[in-house]
């Protein structure tokens, strides 16, 4: 190979890891576990610092889950997956310090729409009259 071309491909090389350093890639979300049981489906998700939270449906029994879900397991921290009706004003909750996800919590909500979310450390997320039906 003569010089010039050693010197463009090293360049090439160069830059392209360069533009990999500089954009990396997307993180990638945590896995959906499958904590909320069999015959539940992810509907709906969240990304969240540290996770992601799923809302699942049963479309055999008509209940809504939600799971908080951690990308990395690690020491315990404050978590919670919290889910209710949108013309209710009481949370299912499962708050507390946890290594890899909160939750599951169950709420039957067949036609409804639903609020749900989660937090992990201090950072929450909910969303607002969602997956209605």
């Given at each position: 190979m003569s010089k010039s071309l050693a010197r463009w491909v090293s360049c090439g090389l160069a830059l392209t890891l360069t533009a990999l350093l500089v954009n990396p890639a997307p993180a990638a979300a945590a896995p959906y576990n499958g904590v909320c049981g069999d015959g539940y489906n992810v509907v709906n998700s969240a990304s969240i610092t540290g996770g992601t939270i799923y809302l699942t449906y049963n479309n055999s029994n008509?209940?809504?889950?939600?799971?908080?879900?951690?990308?990395n397991a690690g020491a315990a921290m404050n978590m919670d997956a919290v889910l209710k009706r949108s013309n209710s004003?009481?949370?299912?909750?499962?708050?507390?310090?946890?290594?890899?996800?909160?939750?599951?919590?169950?709420?039957?909500?067949?036609?409804?729409c639903v609020d749900w979310g989660g937090v992990i450390g201090d950072e929450w997320v909910v969303r607002n009259g969602t997956n209605c039906g």
């Open positions: 008509g209940k809504n889950c939600v799971v908080v879900v951690r990308s004003t009481s949370w299912t909750r499962d708050p507390g310090s946890w290594t890899m996800y909160a939750g599951p919590v169950h709420l039957e909500a067949a036609g409804q």
